[in-house]
């Protein structure tokens, strides 16, 4: 019988339970793959030393779970994030932000030891950008930083009504090609008013576990 996205998501998010020792802090991302993670976590959080969480939503659903979450101030090492993602590539380069929650998740995933990005297999691509790329922006900046988008080629959409946990707004960009991820998430970076993109190449996932139809499926690059 086939599994269905949700079957392979909630396989994934269980698998990611082997990245977590005990006394651990987890790093928790956002989006119902990382939902399914929360309540896998729930069932080990005796072990663990508590989370910190990309969004006010997963941090609602930790507590809801009995799951400390902690201040990210309060912590100088977070040995685990895991989180999921829109696309993801061969290279474990990525486009999250869907949730819109892509700036707390950089974060997050920044000050971690590891990144466990979990997908189903609907999410692996050769090339990113079928997605429209999330970009959150401060609120006086958003036309002008649209405008600066549709000359690199994007026709950017406001996701109009949406305001980010930053208190920020998100242009989902169509029709970007992304053949150069590292260089085109500087090159966003550098338009004035844009917060984060979502393109996560820079820090990109460590391990990505990907639910199939014959189980979880693990992918690693060497980057030495
Ligand atoms: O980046 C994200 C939220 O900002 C999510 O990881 C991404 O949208 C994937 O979500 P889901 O697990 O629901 O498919």
Redesign the pocket.
């Known amino acids: 019988m086939l599994l269905t996205q949700d079957e392979k998501?909630q396989a994934v998010a269980k698998a990611a339970l082997d990245y977590v020792e005990s006394g651990m802090v987890v790093g928790v991302?956002?989006?119902?793959?990382?939902n399914y993670f929360v309540d896998a976590l729930a069932g080990i959080k005796h072990r663990i030393d508590g989370a910190v969480a990309s969004s006010v939503a997963t941090a609602n659903r930790l507590k809801e779970r009995g799951i400390a979450v902690l201040d990210i101030h309060a912590v100088d090492d977070i040995g685990v994030y895991v989180?999921?993602?829109?696309e993801a590539t061969r290279h474990l380069h990525l486009i999250?932000?869907?949730?819109?929650?892509?700036t707390r998740?950089k974060i997050v995933a920044a000050v971690s030891r590891q990144f466990i990005c979990v997908i189903d297999d609907s999410k692996l691509v050769d090339v990113l950008g079928q997605f429209p790329l999330p970009i959150e922006v401060i609120p006086m900046a958003r036309s002008y930083v649209a405008r600066e988008l549709v000359k690199l080629g994007g026709n950017p959409f406001w996701r109009e009504g949406f305001v980010t946990d930053n208190g920020n707004m998100i242009l989902d960009v169509h029709h970007l090609n992304i053949l150069n991820p590292c260089e085109l998430e500087t090159q966003l970076n550098q338009i004035t008013g844009v917060v984060t993109n979502g393109l996560f190449a820079h820090r990109p996932a460590d391990v990505l576990l990907m639910g199939t139809e014959n189980g979880v499926e693990k992918l690693t690059v060497s980057r030495k």
């Not at 991302?29 to 990382?34: D, E, K, L, P, V």
């Open positions: 998501k991302g956002t989006g119902s793959t990382a989180d999921g993602a829109d999250k932000g869907g949730g819109g929650a892509l998740e």
